[in-house]
């Protein structure tokens, strides 16, 4: 409807308050429509929780990346709310005239089918969009978070499976023991294996609209941000869109990371299993392992799409792209 807008400015500042509703939305219907593989990872998870019972070793690593998800999810809600905060407290706190004023301000620009013509209706319309602004905002980051609490969750069964391998007794008095070990360590890097093949697909196509529409979000508040330094109201328009444009790159920056994360994590499986005491085995036995650095060699990795690999190459690119659109945006102005 007002696409033809003649104020830049203001335009961009539609786009991407509606760009950000338009991915939560998509991102939650993927969800949905993987609601099965969502129940499987939780199920591994309890499952890989009851196994750390009784081995004070596993217990301490489980224990330390959920504490560290947790601090990250307590972070991350902190930064979403104050974005919202910052993003809304201009209008919430400015003193309108209902009767003089032709367009009233609001927090999402939108066309109202009825008219408000009282200071009560338009604070609660206030009110509504802030709580809407806020739930959307919680509900990106409980998207974000449970990447990364899945990403450690990853991690921690990996830095289990290096304790085991580098903990391997190879004596030849304890060869059934360490057969045992050896059948237990392939097992458990099957099953690692397995839950991060649920991960990526959970989270390849989220990826994929939150590595498209990051890169215009991007571009578009730092156009806002650029354009509002020589305005009159150049405070108010920075403190609005400066959280939100932290909060994007964070979001994009999380993708690429657990990426990152994921791909290191699974190389160091190979390496714990070459530098484990494999030269103290019996042939048969050290035989087993070889199957083990084979499989390590296959990285773990999320994608966007099943086109690319998550890493922070490409987070650098998303960055690259957002330039390029923006220096575009600026000549346009």
């Known amino acids: 409807?007002?696409?033809?807008?003649?104020?830049?400015?203001?335009?961009?500042?539609?786009?991407?308050?509606?760009?950000?509703?338009?991915?939560?939305?998509?991102?939650?219907?993927?969800?949905?429509?993987?609601?099965?593989?969502?129940?499987?990872?939780?199920?591994?998870?309890?499952?890989?929780?009851?196994?750390?019972?009784?081995?004070?070793?596993?217990?301490?690593?489980?224990v330390c990346k959920a504490k560290l998800s947790d601090r990250i999810t307590n972070m991350m809600f902190t930064l979403?709310?104050?974005?919202?905060?910052g993003y809304s407290i201009g209008v919430l706190l400015a003193d309108v005239d209902?009767?003089?004023?032709?367009?009233?301000?609001?927090?999402?620009?939108?066309?109202?089918?009825?008219?408000?013509?009282?200071?009560?209706?338009?604070?609660?319309?206030l009110i509504m969009q802030f709580v809407h602004l806020i739930l959307c905002s919680c509900g990106t980051g409980i998207l974000n978070t449970l990447l990364l609490t899945l990403t450690l969750h990853v991690g921690g069964q990996i830095d289990i499976l290096r304790c085991w391998l580098n903990e391997l007794v190879l004596r030849e008095s304890e060869e059934c023991k360490s057969v045992a070990i050896t059948t237990r360590i392939i097992r458990k890097h099957q099953r690692i294996i397995i839950f991060s093949e649920y991960i990526e697909d959970l989270y390849t196509y989220v990826a994929l609209i939150q590595f498209i529409m990051n890169s215009i979000l991007i571009c578009s508040l730092g156009f806002l941000i650029v354009t509002a330094i020589d305005s009159t109201d150049a405070t108010e328009h920075i403190v609005r869109s400066l959280l939100f444009y932290t909060v994007t790159n964070l979001e994009a920056f999380i993708f690429c990371y657990a990426g990152e994360y994921m791909k290191n994590k699974s190389k160091a499986v190979g390496n714990a299993a070459y530098n484990s005491v494999w030269y103290e085995m019996k042939p048969k036995n050290s035989r087993i392992l070889i199957f083990v650095i084979l499989r390590a060699q296959k990285q773990l990795t999320?994608?966007?799409?099943?086109?690319?690999?998550?890493?922070?190459?490409?987070f650098t690119s998303i960055m690259k792209a957002s330039g390029s659109y923006l220096s575009v945006l600026l000549a346009m102005q």
């Open 302 to 314: 999320l994608t966007v799409g099943k086109i690319m690999d998550l890493s922070l190459e490409s």
């Open 80 to 85: 979403h709310t104050l974005s919202i905060v």
């Open 98 to 125: 209902i009767t003089e004023q032709s367009e009233l301000p609001l927090l999402l620009k939108v066309e109202l089918p009825v008219n408000i013509n009282t200071k009560r209706a338009y604070k609660m319309l």
């Open 1 to 62: 409807m007002h696409l033809h807008s003649n104020d830049l400015f203001d335009l961009m500042d539609c786009f991407s308050s509606f760009l950000a509703q338009i991915k939560l939305t998509i991102k939650l219907i993927i969800f949905w429509l993987n609601e099965r593989k969502f129940f499987e990872i939780l199920t591994m998870m309890t499952e890989d929780w009851n196994d750390c019972t009784g081995n004070n070793i596993n217990i301490r690593k489980t």
